[in-house]
């Protein structure tokens, strides 16, 4: 992997970005996207890349035949729980 260090003003350009942020050349050339992402649980800030976590996840059990349980059964669950 190639390591390119930012200056401190591009850092905080990104930090505060709540949307991918498009990377260009001096000429305006496209070179890529930066997706920002919540910096202390570094979890990206795209919904689009938890929906595709999610199904990742889903097909991955799915292939080790690990559980799978509906939206009801988990509030039911969660339901059925008594506070400490």
């Known amino acids: 992997m190639t390591l390119l260090t930012l200056s401190d003003d591009q850092v905080r350009i990104l930090t505060g970005a709540s949307a991918p942020v498009l990377v260009v050349d001096s000429r305006g050339k496209e070179l ?24 990742r996840r889903m097909e991955q059990y799915r292939r080790e035949g690990g559980p799978l349980y509906t939206t009801k059964e988990v509030l039911e669950y969660l339901r059925s729980l008594k506070p400490e």
């Open 32 to 55: 890529g996207k930066l997706q920002p992402v919540k910096t202390e649980t570094g979890q990206s800030l795209d919904p689009e890349d938890d929906w595709a976590e999610a199904k």
